[in-house]
């Protein structure tokens, strides 16, 4: 059975960083595409990256292009979220997903995401 364990987030002033990561087990970097999203009290959950299985192809929401680098680890089975430049507006629980069938035009939607984990706490505020 896939499981995401995610971890390190925390509280950091605006234009502060944090690195989040992701390990799967039941499953492996090199088979399941791994994305992250995000979400807000009172509102929905939305994408922030992706990282394909196959090839490595990255892909970003507008809101966090630039400032966001997500990597990965295959012999770790983990990913990574750097998050730099922190804005207030980046507050929310961020959730790691996983799915080994998406096609292109389904990565940002979370619905399409099998396996998620239980979420870890970004707060952006001085």
């Known amino acids: 059975q896939v499981q995401l364990v995610e971890s390190g987030g925390g509280l950091v002033p605006p234009g502060g960083s944090l690195r989040l990561s992701c390990k799967i087990s039941?499953?492996?970097?090199?088979?399941?595409?791994m994305g992250w999203f995000r979400q807000a009290p009172g509102k929905e959950r939305e994408f922030v990256s992706v990282i394909r299985h196959r090839g490595g192809n990255t892909y970003y929401a507008d809101s966090v292009k630039g400032r966001f680098t997500m990597s990965r680890n295959n012999a770790r089975d983990t990913v990574y979220l750097q998050m730099d430049s922190l804005k207030p507006e980046d507050t929310a629980v961020y959730f790691c997903?996983?799915?080994?069938?998406?096609?292109?035009?389904?990565?940002?939607?979370?619905?399409?995401?099998?396996?998620w984990g239980r979420g870890t706490q970004v707060t952006v505020s001085s």
């Open positions: 997903a996983a799915d080994s069938q998406l096609i292109l035009s389904s990565l940002r939607f979370p619905s399409q995401y099998d396996y």
């Open positions: 039941g499953g492996t970097t090199n088979t399941y595409t």
